[in-house]
């Protein structure tokens, strides 16, 4: 009779040894691993993409704490589901805590957030909120405030492997060729739930030693054709993409563009470029941007194949555009002083409403005067520095002639 658990399920670790991948996290130096050790579990956020070990963690946490775990979904739970949880704190059998593990937390509202607070603050609930999006888009500061937050990376093919090994043991008793194998783990994308979920369909229907062939019928031949039996990865490709356009290499960039939508990947190299284009190029030539994007856009409105035709233009444009990432490298370092407390006390000149003091450049010359801009203890700090690129070093000469100094 076939088990109706899935796979990935009954070989869920019960602890941090049994973890793939996460060694940031859960190795003998991890985080999460000391926090346990030390007995001091605060609230988290765990976020990352899927099947990387989140649920996972939150289980081991709440085993090794003593807490009582419960389960929400965000996709599905609702504000009473949530106080259900927390009036639980007051039976026996939460008398070491509660650790509410809220999958998908990005679903909830800012109020269905809100009401998590007044929980948090009087202890009651341990709250681990799990994502696939950035945390720091999709939950409130409130919350954020309150939490730790941790980053769940994708799982490398090679640390896939022992896992795959294991449990093809218990499924077919070693039947199966490492090819098979390690084309499981590259074509999981970095998700050992997939991986371990592809080796027992394909165990289920194989009469013998399992095969490659035997693999690749559970899979669509778009995504069949994208990942190669050496482990290659969609991140690695986005990666080499955009490394190949900085490099600007033509020839690499359409081939690694080419590997991603011969995968039925659209969005992801589409993001890619437009990041490319402001990241990479820049300053030498600011059209590469308004160019990216309409590309994308064509891109997104004809669909897969003749998708193709568009972002191949872009990639190739970007690749033999001048380089320039002055302006990334500018918001970097002043991003670096805003997380060093510098900077709060803005001048009194360009504060709403009165802007007391504040001097209109439009009636000057040139539609420019001297002003300070900068708050005081970071008023001299230059974050842009002009490239060596012909458009950068054209809008320098304008403003040395301007200003009258070197810049």
């Known amino acids: 009779m076939a088990q109706s658990k899935p796979c990935a399920d009954r070989i869920r670790p019960s602890d941090f040894d049994g973890v793939v991948g996460q060694q940031h996290l859960v190795g003998k130096n991890g985080v999460l691993r000391k926090m346990c050790e030390h007995g001091h579990i605060t609230s988290m956020i765990f976020f990352g993409p899927p099947g990387t070990g989140k649920t996972t963690c939150a289980s081991i946490i709440a085993q090794k704490s003593g807490m009582e775990l419960r389960r929400l979904n965000a996709t599905t739970a609702s504000l009473d589901d949530v106080k259900a949880v927390a009036a639980e704190t007051s039976g026996i059998f939460a008398q070491n805590g509660i650790l509410l593990y809220l999958d998908e937390i990005q679903y909830f509202n800012k109020k269905q957030q809100q009401s998590l607070l007044e929980y948090l603050e009087d202890g009651r609930i341990t709250l681990i909120a799990s994502t696939t999006e950035n945390p720091y888009y999709y939950i409130y500061d409130a919350l954020l405030s309150r939490c730790s937050v941790f980053r769940f990376k994708p799982v490398s093919a090679e640390d896939m492997l022992p896992l795959l090994r294991r449990v093809s043991n218990e499924l077919t008793g070693g039947g199966i060729t490492e090819e098979a194998l390690r084309f499981i783990a590259g074509c999981s994308q970095g998700d050992v739930r997939r991986a371990v979920t592809l080796l027992d369909c394909a165990a289920g229907i194989s009469d013998g030693e399992i095969t490659e062939e035997d693999v690749r019928s559970f899979l669509p031949d778009v995504a069949a054709g994208c990942f190669d039996s050496n482990g290659d990865v969609h991140y690695d490709l986005l990666s080499c993409l955009q490394k190949s356009i900085r490099g600007s290499d033509p020839d690499a960039a359409v081939f690694y563009l080419a590997r991603l939508l011969e995968g039925g990947d659209l969005l992801s190299p589409c993001r890619r470029l437009l990041v490319i284009a402001s990241e990479d190029i820049g300053q030498a030539y600011p059209m590469a941007a308004a160019i990216t994007y309409a590309c994308v856009e064509s891109a997104?409105?004809?669909?897969?194949?003749?998708?193709?035709?568009?972002?191949?233009?872009?990639?190739?444009?970007?690749?033999?555009?001048?380089?320039?990432?002055?302006?990334?490298?500018?918001?970097?370092?002043?991003?670096?002083?805003?997380?060093?407390?510098?900077?709060?006390?803005?001048?009194?000149?360009?504060?709403?409403?009165?802007?007391?003091?504040?001097?209109?450049?439009?009636?000057?010359?040139?539609?420019?005067?001297?002003?300070?801009?900068?708050?005081?203890?970071?008023?001299?700090?230059?974050?842009?520095?002009?490239?060596?690129?012909?458009?950068?070093?054209?809008?320098?000469?304008?403003?040395?002639?301007?200003?009258?100094?070197?810049?």
């Open 300 to 407: 997104k409105a004809l669909g897969l194949p003749e998708a193709r035709i568009p972002l191949a233009n872009a990639a190739v444009m970007l690749a033999t555009a001048p380089k320039s990432n002055t302006a990334y490298c500018a918001v970097n370092e002043a991003a670096e002083d805003i997380k060093r407390g510098r900077g709060l006390d803005i001048p009194e000149h360009l504060k709403s409403p009165l802007f007391k003091g504040y001097v209109y450049p439009h009636d000057f010359p040139n539609d420019w005067t001297e002003q300070q801009y900068l708050p005081s203890d970071i008023r001299t700090k230059r974050y842009y520095r002009f490239g060596e690129n012909k458009n950068e070093q054209a809008a320098k000469a304008y403003w040395e002639k301007i200003k009258g100094k070197k810049l």
